[in-house]
């Protein structure tokens, strides 16, 4: 699976966890550093690129394409995405999910969850679905 289609925005943030089991999975900030999403309505900063342990450097893809974990099946590529309670992939509906954020759309689909997909990120100021 392509993923290097620049340009891509990338950033370097201290792992305010041990995220080495989280890697391309949406991520965002608590504090200055940044932990693994665990709530539909988190916000994501971006999907995490590297594997690092608490305290180390984590690359943070906020814009462009990326891997990510599917949730659940996802059958239509160019659906509308963000973060399951496990920062994991899943649709999202404009004017139902509207507490949710959409950080994403995909590039490739899912039959099913913990497929690894292909997906444009836009973390730089996601939406609510509304």
């Known amino acids: ?7 891509n925005l990338d950033f370097s943030a201290p792992a305010g966890a041990d995220l080495s089991s989280s890697q391309y999975l949406f991520v965002k900030w608590s504090g200055a550093n940044v932990v693994a999403c665990a709530g539909t309505t988190d916000r994501p900063c971006g999907v995490l690129q590297n594997k690092p342990t608490s ?4 690359e943070v893809r906020a814009l462009g394409v990326s891997k990510l974990v599917a949730g659940g099946a996802l059958a239509t590529i160019g659906a509308l995405i963000g973060t399951d309670a496990a920062g994991k992939a899943v649709a999202k509906v404009l004017g139902t ?8 759309a ?3 689909v899912s039959g099913g969850a913990n497929e690894v997909i ?11 679905a509304v």
């Not at 999910?97 to 994403?104: K, P």
């Open 97 to 104: 999910d509207v507490t949710h954020y959409v950080a994403a």
């Open 118 to 128: 292909s997906v444009f990120v836009q973390c730089l100021a996601p939406a609510r």
């Open 106 to 108: 995909t590039r490739t």
């Open 55 to 58: 305290g180390q450097m984590a």
């Open 1 to 7: 699976m392509t993923t290097d289609l620049g340009p």
